[in-house]
């Protein structure tokens, strides 16, 4: 069964800590996205990868930085984390060009005090 | 700005009933997609319709992608407790992409 995990499930981080969360696909895909779900805003698009070592700002990249080295792997960075960035986090990776669509991981519900 | 407004953003039915769900845009879309999200999870992916006018059944599920291609919508006959969730529409802006635009959604209730 194909899928997209996300190394945590919940996480609890104090204000100002570096924080990284992990995503693992095992689909071969080239493209690889990080959101923020949070009530009445639906998903919003920190950052994108269509390819290793690339990546693309997406509506709301302030204070995240990504890493793409691998294929398989896309890493989100809180470089100081604010109380702001509690959020519901998902990865999701897709194929290129074919119109199917994203699979999700599970999600990281951060809480940031 | 692309935009895709859901409604009703909210809905609680009994179970058996029928049930319809927007999904809206002054855009134009290459594809569009439905998921459903359960509490606590990612959404899963339910069907990609691409064509003007195109209908697609899964199952209870009826959606259907406008003929202009800017809206589509979500029809569950026969609601069951299961069919609990969020419902996602996203659109594809342009042909071949990989970046997909979403609506705001709407969270279904049903009853037993």
């Known amino acids: 069964d194909v899928k997209v995990t996300q190394s945590s499930r919940y996480l609890v981080k104090r204000t100002g800590e570096k924080v990284f969360l992990e995503c693992v696909q095992d689909?071969?895909?080239?493209?690889m996205f990080w959101y923020r779900q949070d009530p009445g805003l639906g998903l919003r698009l920190i950052y994108f990868?269509?390819?290793?070592?690339?990546?693309e700002k997406g509506d709301i990249p302030e204070g995240y930085s990504v890493s793409r080295e691998k294929k398989e792997r896309f890493s989100l960075i809180l470089e100081s984390a604010s109380t702001n960035q509690t959020s519901m986090y998902l990865c999701?990776?897709?194929?290129?060009?074919?119109?199917?669509?994203?699979?999700f991981g599970s999600g990281t519900r951060l809480t940031v005090v | 700005t692309q935009l895709l407004e859901q409604s009703p953003q909210f809905l609680s039915i009994q179970e058996g009933e029928n049930l319809t769900v927007y999904c809206n845009s002054s855009?134009?879309?290459?594809?569009l997609q439905w998921y459903r999200q359960e509490p606590g999870e990612g959404p899963v992916l339910l069907v990609t319709?691409?064509?003007?006018?195109e209908v697609k059944k899964l199952k209870r599920l009826t959606f259907q992608f406008g003929d202009a291609r800017k809206d589509s919508s979500l029809h569950i006959t026969a609601a069951q407790p299961g069919d609990t969730g969020l419902y996602l529409c996203?659109?594809?802006?342009?042909?071949?992409?990989?970046?997909?635009?979403f609506g705001t959604g709407t969270r279904l209730k049903v009853l037993a």
């Open positions: 319709v691409v064509t003007g006018g």
């Open positions: 990868s269509y390819d290793v070592k690339m990546k």
């Open positions: 996203a659109g594809g802006a342009t042909s071949g992409t990989y970046k997909y635009i």
């Open positions: 689909m071969d895909h080239e493209n």
């Open positions: 999701a990776s897709s194929a290129p060009n074919d119109g199917t669509g994203y699979t």
């Open positions: 855009s134009v879309f290459s594809s």
